[in-house]
């Protein structure tokens, strides 16, 4: 294994860290931005969502997917016979087509309404519609990669 190995379980895990380093921290502004009711507070909440999703989310997803294939691959044998690896990468694309098809369309929308209500101080019913699915399906695509992290570390199967 040697060198290579543990260059891409670094890589694995400083990708793991910084998509769920954001992915908490982002849901926890979010929900105190909302929390205080104030447009101009949630505009740009709203706006730093979208940013770090491209900044962070996506590059750390991406970075996990990379090396945890690339380790996967090189160091093991049929690696979806291997139950935790499995288990592993169906909680992290379940958690990747929730955000692709649900939050990021989402938090877009309501970027974009932000922009509008920062200036015009009312915040639209729909606003909060949109922040009660975006937080609902948010906390399941939280909690899958979660989990994956128990299938990773303990490797169960």
Same mark, same amino acid.
Request: proline share 4%; net charge positive; glycine share 6%.
């Given at each position: 294994?040697?060198?290579?190995?543990?260059?891409?379980?670094?890589?694995?895990? +400083?990708?793991?860290?910084?998509?769920?380093?954001?992915?908490?921290?982002?849901?926890?502004?979010? +929900?105190?931005?909302?929390?205080?009711?104030?447009?101009?507070?949630?505009?740009?909440?709203?706006?730093?969502?979208?940013?770090?999703? +491209?900044?962070?989310?996506?590059?750390?997803?991406?970075?996990?997917?990379?090396?945890?294939?690339?380790?996967?691959?090189?160091?093991?044998?049929?690696?979806?016979?291997?139950?935790?690896?499995?288990?592993?990468?169906?909680?992290?694309?379940?958690?990747?087509?929730?955000?692709?098809?649900?939050?990021? =369309?989402?938090?877009?929308?309501?970027?974009?309404?932000?922009?509008?209500?920062?200036?015009?101080?009312?915040?639209?019913?729909?606003?909060?519609?949109?922040?009660?699915?975006?937080?609902?399906?948010?906390?399941?695509?939280?909690?899958?990669?979660?989990?994956?992290?128990?299938?990773?570390? +303990?490797? =169960?199967?």
């Amino acid at each position: 294994m040697g060198n290579t190995y543990l260059v891409l379980k670094s890589v694995h895990i +400083f990708g793991v860290i910084l998509l769920m380093g954001n992915i908490m921290v982002t849901a926890w502004w979010k +929900f105190m931005a909302d929390k205080t009711k104030d447009p101009s507070v949630i505009a740009f909440a709203q706006r730093q969502v979208v940013l770090t999703d +491209f900044v962070f989310t996506a590059p750390g997803a991406l970075l996990a997917i990379v090396a945890g294939d690339s380790m996967a691959y090189q160091f093991m044998a049929n690696t979806w016979n291997i139950q935790w690896v499995t288990w592993g990468r169906s909680l992290f694309i379940a958690s990747g087509i929730i955000w692709i098809t649900i939050l990021i =369309p989402t938090q877009i929308k309501q970027s974009r309404m932000a922009r509008q209500f920062a200036t015009s101080k009312s915040i639209p019913d729909d606003y909060w519609k949109l922040s009660k699915r975006w937080n609902i399906f948010g906390a399941i695509a939280v909690g899958l990669p979660l989990i994956n992290i128990y299938w990773m570390v +303990f490797k =169960p199967i």
